[in-house]
């Protein structure tokens, strides 16, 4: 092989490496959530293989990369313990245990490493707390510092009653954590200290009431935060000022009419995304199993739908963009699927890709290895 690759100019040596197909994997949440799984994915196919368990454990709902893409962390379950799990990932993709570290407050909703690769933090929902997990040299979590939440907005009964983190992950410059909490209709932004490593409540940016913060991503150029809103299917846009770590909202686009979501037993946002260019958001919505894809406006961060793509599958908890975001993924969590979808780089538009589906149990996340 090496004396093959020799022969190749730069120009075909780099398109050889770009078709060699890349590792993705899947977590998995629920029933029959017995594991992590692993494929691989074809990008000038967009065709992926069938999926194997690649590690054996409970509920490993949502999974993170360390920055050198040599270690694989997942919030899981041993024994009756929530914590995080640290894989080895090998060339060939294969994942070997490393260490689990308890939270100390149950299970977490999800898991974020910072782009220092000194610490990781997972969000407990149950526990309404946030872990930060110091991590050594050759990437293990040590015991974590836990810090709490406070309050409810009390707007949806018994799902605002008390706090709720339910995801993690920092500034794009990592110098502010930021954590949408549901149960306080907000993102509590955090100061980070990645030496010691530490975090430090720094502030609150209030969202929708009674929307129910779930995910969030910035925009490329860092300008903008998406905040995605679980119970209203809605995206909150808001101002971030990278100096100060603070954030203004803006405005709020619905992911869905009135008139559909009405018309449905249960409606729930559950993912978001944003297109390497920034032109387009994209957002999961469980129960009408759809994608809502938008337009977004460069100098206001204003979002508006054009279009609502159906994932073929169920309760699609979880979607992701390929690295070269040709493609978008999306996880059917009861209908056992992964189902792929073409994306136009022009108008942002999917298109489904009949016989592209594969199957996972109880898929929660996807993850692309870099």
Known sequence: MKHFLSFLTPLLFAAFLQAEPMDVYFGTGGKGADGIYHATFDAETGKLTDATRAAEIASPGFLAM?????????????????????????DDGSLKF?????????????????????????????????????????????????????????????????????????????????????????????????????????????????????????????????????FSLSVSTFAWDAEKGTAKMLSVAPALSEEVKAGEGFNSAA?????????????????????????????????SVIQVQPIRGAFPRNINLSPDA???????????????HALDQETGKLSYQRGHVINVPSPICILFAP
């Open 98 to 230: 490393m260490s689990f570290v308890p939270t100390g407050d149950g299970g977490g909703a999800h898991i974020a490493v910072h782009p220092s690769g000194k610490f990781l933090l997972t969000a407990q929902y149950g526990g309404g707390s946030v872990a930060l997990y110091p991590l050594d040299e050759a990437g293990n979590p040590g015991e974590p510092t836990l810090t709490k939440h406070e309050g409810g907005s009390g707007v949806v009964e018994a799902r605002q009653d008390s706090p709720h983190p339910h995801w993690c992950g920092f500034s794009p410059d990592g110098r502010f954590a930021l954590i949408p909490d549901l149960g306080l209709d907000g993102i509590v932004i955090y100061a980070v200290d990645a030496g010691s490593p530490s975090i430090k409540k720094h502030g609150f940016a209030e969202s929708v009431a009674g929307g129910g913060p779930r995910h969030l991503r910035f925009s490329p150029d860092g300008k903008f935060i998406y905040l995605l809103n679980e």
């Open 66 to 90: 360390h920055p050198d893409g040599e270690v694989l962390y997942a919030v899981a379950t041993v024994g009756k313990e929530g914590g995080a799990a640290a894989y080895s990932v090998a």
């Open 271 to 303: 993912e978001i995304l944003v297109h390497p260019s920034g032109n387009f958001v994209y957002s999961s919505n469980r129960g009408h199993d759809t994608v809502s894809v938008y337009a977004a406006d460069a100098a206001t961060g204003k979002l």
């Open 326 to 340: 040709n493609w978008l993924l999306a996880a059917g969590a009861d209908s056992n699927t992964i189902s792929v």
